[in-house]
């Protein structure tokens, strides 16, 4: 009987190779998956030619660019900043500076409208005298002196980065100091002579998704070829790093291996030895604060909630039977976004039906907390910035659709708070009003949805509208202020509506899970239903509702228009994952078979290619016109499912539009004057098609 079990699903296992083989040979437009080849480049230019020239020359297009251009160039907006050892650091682009400074003052200054800034490293500069493309990627600087610090420079965007050793002191790379070649790299100190370093080493050292499984220590001055290593992970994992964390003036170092793009093994070390957390391997490491480390849960364990936070003493770890004590609970409409540390206290961040609040926790003495409110508005986005462990004041960010970001410094003590900066507001914000509504998907799951729109708006059906959503990897989408939006649709007689599909983070895993793997397609109908939604209040019809999304959202979206053609007359679909046979088999797309599934398992395959949009096409069918961007230099998700998407539409003689920025890695621009015309183009086009 075993043998025949065994015969069996070697059987269908050789049968689903044969038919993804089969997939592959029958698929003629394999060839625009080779991203830098001559004839795909050739392809990729003649695309871009003939939609430039469409889209550019409507009138409205030069006025818009340079609007949005001049929006992004505001010199009063906010310069955003981490502190580090007395100095408030930040990056800023500019038109003089378009890959930007990294620059430092002093908080007194920062308080200033104007503060005065001191350059510390001048990315246009290095990359004029490089002559590189260079795109500043982050600096990671070594605890508690912050002297010197690992930088990371990306080649037009990539998520491949060199890291090079920097002194902020002397404003300068350091003379043999540590320097590692272009790879999907993690670094961290371990102390002032040593790093951890996850990397390419060569041969067999990356994971099936394209990143480091095995993490060394390397020394200052040495080759990375001397570097020892200290942890390997599996071939099938995502990836392998390690990490210094900090806590009342302890190192602990840890290492983090993830099993799978929501699984994970983790150590930490003492000694020579690794000792592995005693906890579920979906659960989410937090941080330390006081000698207590801080999980969330993913799935209900011992006792303890599907997404609660618990917390137990980092000493105990490797004991067999840890003494968890829950710290925050989530409920029906409030879920756990975030936790920052400051000196006493733990400040947590929640969303209470996609509404964020702020609570701050502090210690009593019978092992209790003693919960406050810090009491912001309580209808947008809130964001708390700049903690630190050694103090109780920090930032906290604050906007919602109609009103510009502004920054506020709260006292530690008395949680009151001071405004330091803010944006300036780029439309008249009373002309507007922003409202949450919910539609009932298909099964009566409640979707909550935000529709911003001019006061007084009149429900016949013919208001240009742009829908927006998500959908995927956990990802919350909340209210949030765009002066683009505003100046170049809002004040255009535009709707925008941004909807809480499932498949994001907006109720906590539970939200995220509903819509997974199998049940993938329960985000498509959530976003179906408010569609519907729409058209049944009569604030739009499909020849006026256009929809947008990128990345998992370029999924939905180009699922949605399969599924549907006939809900939609407009389409941006940007950097997305459309050929859903092979997305394991490209850059980093094997890391997310853990949220869609792996297509080479028969089961799986049956579910994912009802939705997969490279294979939901037909000619039999009348699509929107679909306008397509992407960019050569995106090595997480390939240039090559918009490409074959795009050339698979054109021989079965659909009208389409296609840009593929040569730079510009998952973002799609790699500056703000690249930004400011995919935006443009995106604006004219659905002009063009809604009005």
């Known amino acids: 009987m ?42 990729v230019s003649k695309q871009n030619d003939a939609s430039l020239k469409y889209l550019k020359n409507n009138s409205a297009y030069q006025n818009i660019y340079e609007n949005t251009l001049s929006i992004l160039h ?24 378009p890959r930007g400074l990294y620059r430092r003052t002093t908080l007194e200054e920062y308080k200033k409208a104007e503060p005065k800034w001191e350059t510390v490293l001048d990315i246009d500069a ?53 320097n590692l070649p272009e790879a999907k790299t993690y670094v961290s100190w371990l102390d002032d002579k040593s790093i951890f370093v996850s990397t390419d080493f060569g041969e067999g050292s990356l994971s099936d998704s394209g990143y480091p499984r095995i993490v060394k220590v390397l020394q200052r001055g040495k080759s990375l070829d001397a570097a020892k290593t200290i942890y390997t992970g599996e071939k099938s994992s995502v990836s392998a790093s390690a990490f210094t964390a900090y806590d009342n ?31 579920p391997n979906d659960a989410d490491y937090i941080g330390l604060n006081n000698g207590k480390f801080f999980i969330q849960l993913k799935t209900a364990w011992q006792g303890f909630a599907q997404a609660e936070v618990i917390y137990a003493d980092i000493n105990d770890v490797g004991k067999e039977h840890i003494s968890f004590k829950s710290f925050i609970k989530p ?7 975030a936790l920052d540390f400051t000196k006493s ?10 509404k964020n609040k702020v609570y701050r926790y502090l210690p009593k003495a019978d092992g209790q907390w003693h919960v406050d409110h810090v009491k912001f508005p309580e209808t947008g986005s809130l964001s708390v910035l700049n903690t630190d462990p050694d103090r109780d004041d920090f930032f906290v960010n604050y906007s919602d659709f109609l009103s510009p970001s502004s920054l506020y410094l709260v006292n530690g003590t008395s949680l009151e708070f001071t405004k330091l900066k803010g944006n300036r507001s780029h439309f008249d914000a009373n002309q507007y009003v922003a409202k949450q509504k919910f539609t009932t998907s298909k099964d009566g799951t409640q979707i909550p949805y935000f529709i911003v729109h001019k006061k007084g708006l009149k429900l016949n059906g013919k208001n240009p509208t742009l829908l927006y959503a998500y959908g995927g990897f956990e990802a919350s989408m909340l209210p949030y202020y765009s002066a683009t939006l505003g100046n170049n649709w809002l004040e255009k007689d535009g709707v925008y509506v941004l909807a809480n599909i499932r498949g994001g983070g907006e109720y906590g895993p539970r939200w995220h899970q509903a819509a997974m793997k199998q049940n993938r397609h329960k985000a498509f109908e959530d976003f179906e239903a408010v569609a519907e939604q729409l058209i049944t209040d009569k604030v739009t019809e499909p020849k006026h509702l ?25 389409v941006i679909c940007q950097v997305p994952l459309l050929d859903m046979q092979r997305f394991n088999k490209l850059l980093a797309g094997a890391s997310w078979m853990g949220e869609y599934g792996n297509p080479d398992n028969a089961d799986e395959w049956q579910y994912i290619k009802t939705y997969s949009p490279y294979h939901n096409l037909s000619k039999d069918k009348q699509y929107p016109q679909v306008f397509f961007t992407t960019s050569t230099r995106d090595d997480r998700v390939h240039p090559g499912h918009a490409r074959k998407m795009v050339a698979k539409m054109k021989d079965m003689g659909f009208d389409v539009l296609y840009f593929e920025n040569m730079e510009g890695g998952h973002a799609g621009a790699a500056n703000k004057e690249q930004y400011a015309m995919v935006s443009s183009l995106e604006y004219v086009y659905l002009m063009n098609r809604l009005r």
């Open 249 to 279: 003036g302890t190192q602990y170092q840890l290492i983090y291996e993830s099993t799978s793009f929501y699984t994970n093994n983790m150590f930490l070390l003492k000694g020579d030895k690794q000792v592995k957390f005693n906890v």
């Open 331 to 337: 409920t029906e409409t409030r879920s756990i976004e």
């Open 2 to 43: 075993k043998k025949n079990i065994s015969r069996i699903a070697s059987i269908v296992s050789l049968s689903v190779l044969s038919a993804n083989t089969l997939a592959v040979q029958s698929d003629p437009f394999l060839w625009l998956e080779e991203v830098e080849g001559e004839k795909a480049l050739q392809w």
């Open 74 to 97: 505001d010199k009063s907006r906010i310069p955003y900043a981490n502190e580090r050892a007395g100095y408030y650091y930040n990056f800023w682009q500019n038109e003089h500076n």
């Open 546 to 570: 256009g929809i947008k999304g990128g990345s998992n959202g370029g999924l939905l979206v180009g699922a949605a228009f399969t599924r549907r053609p006939d809900l939609y007359n407009a």
């Open 126 to 178: 290095l990359a004029k005298a490089e002559s590189e493309n260079w795109v500043y990627k982050g600096m990671q600087c070594h605890y508690p002196k912050y002297q010197r610090c690992l930088v990371s420079l990306s080649r037009g965007g990539a998520d491949a980065v060199v890291v090079r050793e920097f002194d902020v002191t002397t404003k300068s790379f350091v003379k043999d100091g540590f």
């Open 345 to 354: 206290a733990i400040l947590v961040t929640v969303l209470d039906d996609v």
